[in-house]
């Protein structure tokens, strides 16, 4: 996520502001301080990302994100 929020020209919102959400919220699973419902909206955003942004950079940029989360959902419910 730091590279995609890195690598954003920021030209179009979802893919400015939802890379920089989801590098937060990567940031908070590792620190074990995400919720239920703050996950629920990480994953819509990466729905909606996928859809919405304008690149192939910012439609791709939630992937990994919604992988990890939809194969480990169990483990990082756990973790908090
Ligand atoms: S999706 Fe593409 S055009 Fe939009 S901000 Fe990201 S890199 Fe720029």
Redesign the pocket.
Known sequence: MEFFAEE?????FP??RGTATLLDGVHKLAAHQCSLTYLKELEALGACMQKA???G???SAPNAFLDIVQHHRDEILRSR
């Open positions: 954003s020209c920021g030209q179009c893919c400015r942004c304008k690149c950079l910012g439609q």
